[in-house]
């Protein structure tokens, strides 16, 4: 099916209440015609979510209506000075996207909710306390991120991130500055540190949130389908089947893909680059299609 041009869509937008309150800058992406479902696209770390416009923008023209949004400390959502200001990685989890889904389900009246996870916009789901109301996830390069699911050659670069660099910074500078190493926008210095804790932590999120935090993963009982890319040094293999193993009691699927024998070069973040169109995104469409229809 030919999908319709963007000139179709219109971008509206909004500010979100997270559950504690906190404004959280987004976008609803709509177009004419009957929709399918709502889906809620949840961003990498330090990532805006105008990167995903053009994603959105391909599923509405599809007959999804989309929300994007940045999470706190992040982008539009991101107070005037990082320094001082008080967040956790938790709090994407536990307070932005669970704000985020009970916006969308007084929008669509009960209609289907989707949503499209991005790296850590995956790992969050099992933290939301209102998870259920999403019948289905896609994860797309989604990892548990406990440092031995990588090959022990990315070892010592591992240990310089989680255990000096992302705290040492964090502490002496009052928020993480991201860019110096490539890594997007500037974070909390409070979800810095997290992302740390969660990374050394060999019993991930439940370790170090508590273990109800773990059981909020394991009774999730949606469908998720995870894609992980052999070109992608943020979430290999392993790491992305172990994020799989803690959500027990999902409908769950995990396809490795090999990029390169299709031509094309993917790492953590060229999925979502329009250059994706016809190649890739394809395959999360007709899953979403099957998850509203």
Same mark, same amino acid.
């Given at each position: 099916?030919?999908?319709?041009?963007?000139?179709?869509?219109?971008?509206?937008?909004?500010?979100?209440?997270?559950?504690?309150?906190?404004?959280?800058?987004?976008? @609803?992406?709509? #177009?004419?015609?009957?929709?399918?479902?709502?889906?809620?696209?949840?961003?990498?770390?330090?990532?805006?979510?105008?990167?995903?416009?053009?994603?959105?923008?391909?599923?509405?023209?599809?007959?999804?209506?989309?929300?994007?949004?940045?999470?706190?400390? /992040?982008?539009?959502?991101?107070?005037?000075?990082?320094?001082?200001?008080?967040?956790?990685?938790?709090?994407?989890?536990?307070?932005?996207?669970?704000?985020?889904?009970?916006?969308?389900?007084?929008?669509?009246?009960?209609?289907?909710?989707?949503? &499209?996870?991005? =790296?850590? #916009?995956?790992?969050?789901?099992?933290?939301?306390?209102?998870?259920?109301?999403?019948?289905?996830?896609?994860? &797309?390069?989604?990892?548990?991120?406990?440092?031995?699911?990588?090959?022990?050659?990315?070892?010592?670069?591992?240990?310089?991130?989680?255990?000096?660099?992302?705290?040492?910074?964090?502490?002496?500078?009052?928020?993480?500055?991201?860019?110096? &190493?490539?890594? #997007?926008?500037?974070?909390?210095?409070?979800?810095?540190?997290?992302?740390?804790?969660?990374?050394?932590?060999?019993?991930? /999120?439940?370790?170090?949130?508590?273990?109800?935090?773990?059981?909020?993963?394991?009774?999730?009982?949606?469908?998720?389908?995870?894609?992980?890319?052999?070109?992608?040094?943020?979430?290999?293999?392993?790491?992305?089947?172990?994020? @799989?193993?803690?959500? #027990? =009691?999902?409908?769950?699927?995990?396809?490795? @893909?090999?990029?390169?024998?299709?031509?094309?070069? &993917?790492?953590?973040?060229?999925?979502?680059?329009?250059?994706?169109?016809?190649?890739?995104?394809?395959?999360?469409?007709?899953?979403?299609?099957?998850?509203?229809?």
């Amino acid at each position: 099916m030919a999908l319709a041009t963007n000139d179709v869509v219109e971008a509206t937008p909004i500010e979100v209440a997270a559950l504690d309150g906190y404004p959280l800058a987004g976008e @609803l992406f709509t #177009g004419p015609g009957p929709r399918r479902a709502i889906v809620i696209i949840n961003s990498a770390t330090a990532t805006l979510r105008r990167y995903y416009r053009r994603f959105a923008e391909y599923l509405v023209a599809d007959g999804f209506d989309v929300v994007t949004y940045d999470y706190r400390g /992040i982008g539009g959502s991101a107070p005037a000075t990082l320094k001082g200001f008080r967040a956790q990685m938790r709090d994407w989890g536990q307070l932005d996207f669970p704000g985020i889904i009970r916006w969308c389900d007084e929008r669509s009246a009960g209609s289907p909710m989707l949503a &499209v996870g991005h =790296s850590v #916009g995956g790992q969050i789901l099992g933290l939301a306390p209102n998870r259920d109301r999403i019948k289905g996830m896609l994860f &797309v390069c989604s990892q548990h991120t406990y440092w031995r699911h990588w090959p022990r050659s990315h070892w010592p670069r591992l240990h310089l991130l989680w255990n000096v660099l992302l705290p040492g910074l964090s502490h002496a500078m009052g928020y993480f500055p991201s860019p110096w &190493v490539g890594m #997007g926008e500037p974070l909390p210095k409070g979800v810095a540190i997290e992302w740390a804790a969660w990374a050394r932590a060999r019993g991930y /999120i439940a370790e170090v949130v508590g273990p109800e935090a773990g059981a909020g993963y394991r009774s999730y009982q949606g469908r998720i389908l995870s894609l992980s890319f052999e070109d992608d040094h943020f979430a290999p293999a392993r790491a992305a089947a172990a994020l @799989l193993a803690e959500f #027990g =009691s999902a409908t769950s699927e995990h396809r490795h @893909l090999v990029p390169a024998h299709r031509g094309l070069a &993917v790492g953590h973040f060229g999925y979502f680059r329009p250059n994706m169109r016809d190649t890739l995104w394809p395959e999360a469409r007709y899953w979403l299609e099957e998850l509203a229809g």
